[in-house]
């Protein structure tokens, strides 16, 4: 597709339930990028792929939280025992040339919301 | 580490006014900056950056920033504010070490009033 394609855009789940996050980047694009965004802030960041592998997952709150990226293109993020801290917008971004300059391609997101 | 603050959660301008948002920075490292704007229910967009050139960086839609290291600001103006600007806007500082992190101010949602 022409953007970085997010689904669900929108998830609603119980308190302890398993959820799957998944992001399709622009064509050719090498880095992928998940941030999480709560609300009234800014976003967060989650985890970078640089091709198959992460490169960084520093930005992963805690166990309960992983990403893979198997054939380098499409990223999946994975929740398990969600709690209703998890609930927050998580934004998929992707590049063919890295943070450092700046110019990520964002999706809209998947606005995840856990009771 | 790195961090920007944005002084306003909200400015408010009328169609036709110029547009302030402030942004500061925080960084052990000569930084690179960026804004970033979100429309309702669109993923976000780069307005500009800047990256150690000239100081004073223009971006879409007739949006430009200034870079003053004297200050540790990077504000983003635009002379003539327009219906379509309306939107939240994120300062943003690049980690100068690697290729992953970005770090968001808050934002500043932009009103613009007719």
């Known amino acids: 597709g022409a953007g970085v394609s997010q689904t669900p855009s929108n998830k609603v789940t119980e308190k302890g339930k398993y959820v799957e996050l998944r992001c399709d980047p622009i064509s050719g694009h090498t880095a992928l990028y998940w941030y999480r965004q709560s609300l009234g802030q800014g976003p967060e960041f989650l985890i970078y792929f640089q091709g198959t592998g992460a490169a960084d997952d520093s930005g992963l709150p805690n166990d309960r939280f992983f990403a893979v990226r198997p054939e380098g293109s499409v990223s999946t993020l994975k929740i398990q025992r969600t709690e209703r801290g998890d609930s927050a917008v998580y934004l998929c971004?992707?590049?063919?040339?890295?943070?450092?300059?700046?110019?990520?391609?964002f999706g809209e997101g998947s606005r995840l919301t856990v009771l | 580490a790195q961090s920007v603050t944005q002084l306003d959660s909200h400015v408010s301008v009328s169609e036709g006014t110029p547009v302030l948002l402030r942004c500061n920075y925080s960084?052990?490292?000569?930084?690179?900056l960026f804004w970033y704007v979100q429309h309702p229910n669109k993923g976000l967009q780069l307005l500009l950056k800047?990256?150690?050139?000239?100081?004073l960086v223009k971006g879409i839609n007739g949006f430009e920033a200034e870079f003053k290291k004297s200050e540790t600001s990077f504000h983003l103006t635009k002379p003539s504010a327009h219906m379509s600007d309306a939107a939240e806007y994120f300062c943003v500082v690049s980690d100068p070490s690697g290729y992953s992190t970005l770090t968001f101010g808050k934002g500043t949602m932009l009103l613009v009033s007719p």
């Open positions: 971004a992707s590049s063919n040339r890295g943070g450092r300059t700046g110019e990520l391609f």
């Open positions: 960084s052990s490292y000569s930084p690179s």
């Open positions: 800047y990256t150690s050139a000239a100081t």
